[in-house]
């Protein structure tokens, strides 16, 4: 059975939806803060009273118009509104402002690059809309609430074409998207608090077929991987119906990922009737030329040119370029602690090696490091002056990183510095020589190994403060002292 799902090739359309990280609603002054009490952040507007009016936030528009420019769209000129009518408690005024008609942008496209194969990733079209309120089920009282906050945050919906052959080509693209807009600061791209929604629209034809098969709508993914294992799930789910020569429903269906299976939520047959029509309480929007080409010319620096830089400019390997740039945060930190004159080797170092490991052992994003880049840029520098030894720098670097201590204070106070003192630590391995008589004698008969073993010894001797260099100096001096004279 097996060979038979080789015949088949899955098609993938994206509908991506992005929650614009404006201070306030698309049509009033209501605050967008995430995860204020229920029902805080409302007013007639939003609620939909009669007799209210809408006004469109300025910034939506500029928001929008800097994710088209970035992914290569044509920005309509003059784009409107329109009313999409529905029933539904979420939805205080009976219709959604969205734009059906003329969207702000079409026609763009991404390139991702997968195993070194570049694709472009057709993007049919972006609009402004906004969201509805949020309802809250309450199954053990059998009751439903709903909260008004989020109804009126604006967002943007992405369109891709169904240019997709596979999960890992989703992946790449969404993260590529994220990147972008997070270094746009547009959006904070968050999947698990709802900030960056992506449905999955999936079809499966036999390879080399020209049409396109019958669709689903996946919805509700949490998470990549809750996206890889849906595309999986449902291009296996539509080749086995196939196979049955059963035909897949037009549906929509929602993605369960604690049972790592899809059902359906509602067919397309009964597709709602929106009676789409252009939004009378609101002006088409004018976008100039002048006002493209100014949003064109202030755009961030991304990804790519910022790899670029860092190998030039910093001349760190394109490799260590590649991780710190993967995340805006981390690229951020790297910057700064740079401008605070650490070594750029060195903050790469300390980014990719004991930030990404205390990152997955805390389970903690990039964006929610909260240490400064002064406290990273004065460890490195105590490092560099060898104040302190390699050892005791990790220590106090899992300090700086959960409670951003200042490492010139810690390291006073908890009396770390290097001990750089030649005699006294003469003193020291004279004593540990005398009370490791065995290595010594492997040593001065050739075991060069033995050596490993009276470093550590000193090294505990000298509560881990020692400077390794200087005693592994001393130790060979202090051995060969030692040849002859008869252990
Ligand atoms: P609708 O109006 O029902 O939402 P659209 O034509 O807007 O449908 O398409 C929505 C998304 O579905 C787009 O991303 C599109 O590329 C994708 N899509 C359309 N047809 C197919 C298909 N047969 N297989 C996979 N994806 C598809
Ligand atoms: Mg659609
Ligand atoms: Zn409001």
């Known amino acids: 059975m097996n060979n038979h799902y080789n015949e088949f090739e899955t098609v993938i359309g994206l509908e991506v939806h992005i929650e614009l990280s404006t201070q306030t609603k698309i049509f009033c002054g209501c605050s967008t803060k995430f995860g204020s009490e229920v029902n805080s952040q409302i007013c007639p507007v939003c609620m939909g009273m009669p007799g209210t009016l809408p006004t469109l936030n300025k910034k939506v528009v500029e928001y929008a118009v800097k994710v088209a420019v970035a992914t290569n769209c044509n920005i309509t000129k003059k784009c409107l509104f329109d009313r999409k009518n529905y029933f539904y408690p979420d939805n205080p005024q009976n219709y959604q402002i969205s734009q059906l008609y003329l969207p702000i942008c079409t026609n763009g496209f ?16 972006i609009h402004m809309e906004e969201d509805a309120g949020k309802l809250i089920h309450d199954e053990a009282l059998g009751k439903s609430y709903v909260d008004y906050n989020r109804a009126g945050v604006p967002l943007i919906e992405i369109v891709t074409e169904a240019d997709f052959r596979s999960a890992d080509e989703v992946i790449l693209f969404l993260e590529k998207l994220r990147l972008i807009i ?21 079809s499966v034809r036999k390879t080399g077929e020209s049409e396109y098969g019958t669709r689903t709508e996946m919805k509700n993914l949490n998470s990549f991987r809750a996206i890889k294992r849906a595309i999986e799930s449902e291009t296996k789910r539509q080749v086995d119906i196939i196979l049955n020569k059963e035909e897949v429903i037009l549906e929509t269906r929602r993605w369960d990922d604690s049972k790592g299976e899809s059902y359906s939520m509602r067919s397309k ?10 939004e009378p309480d609101l002006m088409p929007i004018n976008i100039s030329g002048d006002y493209i080409e100014y949003i064109k010319t202030n755009l961030p620096e991304f990804r790519d040119e910022k790899i670029e830089r860092y190998v030039k400019e910093y001349d760190i390997p394109k490799y260590d370029a590649e ?7 981390l ?5 700064e602690t740079v401008l605070c004159g650490a070594n750029p080797k060195k903050v790469s170092n300390y980014i990719m090696g004991e930030t990404l490991k205390l990152m997955k052992e805390r389970e903690i994003e990039a964006e929610q490091i909260s240490f400064s880049p002064n406290n990273l840029a004065c460890l490195i520098d105590l490092d560099d002056r060898k104040v302190i030894n390699s050892t005791v720098a990790k220590e106090v670097f899992v300090k700086v990183f959960d409670e951003d201590i200042n490492p010139v204070q810690y390291v006073n106070e908890h009396g770390l510095a290097q001990n750089n003192d030649a005699d006294e630590l003469t003193e020291i391995i004279e004593k540990v020589l005398d009370n490791n008589a065995q290595s010594v004698s492997d040593y ?18 000298t509560k881990g403060k020692a400077n390794p260099e200087l005693v592994k100096e001393i130790l060979k001096k202090s051995l060969e002292n030692r040849r002859g004279v008869g252990v």
């Open 323 to 329: 991780i710190i740039t993967s995340e805006k945060a």
């Open 269 to 278: 047959e009964d597709a709602r009737d929106y009676r789409y029509f252009p």
């Open 331 to 335: 690229a951020n930190l790297f910057e």
């Open 110 to 125: 991404l390139e991702i690059n997968n195993e070194n194969i570049c694709k472009k990733i057709g993007i049919h079209e």
């Open 182 to 202: 997070q270094y746009l600061e547009v959006s904070d791209c968050k999947l698990n608090e709802g900030s960056m929604r992506v449905d999955i629209n999936l």
């Open 444 to 461: 001065l008969n050739g075991k060069d190994r033995a050596i490993g073993y009276l470093v550590g010894q000193t090294m505990k001797e």
